[in-house]
């Protein structure tokens, strides 16, 4: 598929039914034309948005390609743990939304909408596109260069959280504080034009409607215990080693341009 199929298929509602239903990205319609302002000179698509778009072909979701060998986060993150994370976890949400939605259509065409399964089905629907689409966020904001430039979104959080420290404190005070499974999110919120930070139970998102995370850590054990076991603290701090501050701010700089600011 072209990359101005794709963009249509994004703009048109294939793949914003699946962000919908993964609670939180809205009904932003990626891509390097300037929905909101075309008046705006386009930005080049940070490479989260690259491979969300790859994660759509030939009418089904498919694992995206990481822009790193699973060794590339040592000693922080550590291979065997990335390869599963990303090849067998991710890799099931992705198989899974995927049978879900042949489900439901398989179900709609027995005229049978039995409501208990129409209910477990659209529970699973938010789950697998969460798994599906979070992952891939995640691991598209991490790399092995943390080089902590003075990028807008470092400036933005530094003015909207008192310093870069106190947002960092406070992010990791929430990834900490999940109860189970679950996410820590900073996320861009279109309507004030600021980062919000909030978190998550297992992948059913309770985020702001129309908010895209930036900056987001998966605190599931699957992530963190075969190095670091129960200590999630430790996780959390090595993973701030391995944030792509630049593509975070190519991630914040291209969502802010697509609401025009
Ligand atoms: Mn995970």
Request: glycine share 6%.
């Amino acid at each position: 598929m072209s990359d101005a199929l794709s963009r249509r298929s994004l703009l048109t509602g294939t793949v914003p039914a699946a962000i919908v239903a993964a609670g939180g990205l809205g009904t932003l319609a990626w891509g390097q034309n300037d929905v909101a302002n075309p008046d705006q000179p386009s930005v080049p698509d940070s490479r989260s948005v690259r491979m969300l778009r790859s994660m759509f072909q030939e009418g089904k979701y498919v694992l995206p390609k990481l822009p790193y060998a699973y060794h590339a986060l040592e000693p922080h993150l550590d291979a065997q743990t990335m390869e599963l994370h990303h090849s067998k976890h991710q890799q099931a949400y992705i198989n899974n939304l995927n049978k879900t939605i042949d489900a439901f259509s398989k179900l709609r065409e027995t005229d049978d909408l039995e409501p208990a399964r129409v209910s477990a089905l659209s529970r699973d629907i938010s789950f697998n596109a969460g798994g599906a689409i979070l992952h891939t966020l995640f691991f598209g904001i991490l790399g092995p260069s943390s080089e902590n430039s003075d990028s807008s979104f470092v400036q933005d959080v530094a003015s909207q959280y008192g310093s870069l420290e106190k947002f960092k404190s406070h992010f990791t005070q929430v990834a900490s504080g999940v109860k189970g499974s679950g996410w820590a999110l900073a996320c861009y919120e279109p309507v004030a034009d600021r980062i919000l930070i909030t978190e998550s139970g297992d992948q059913d998102l309770r985020m702001i409607p129309t908010s895209i995370p930036l900056l987001l850590i998966d605190v599931w054990e699957h992530a963190y215990y075969l190095k670091y076991q129960n200590r999630r603290g430790d996780y959390i701090k090595a993973w701030w080693n391995v944030v792509d501050w630049s593509e975070v701010d190519a991630l914040y700089r291209q969502v802010r341009r697509t609401y025009g600011r």
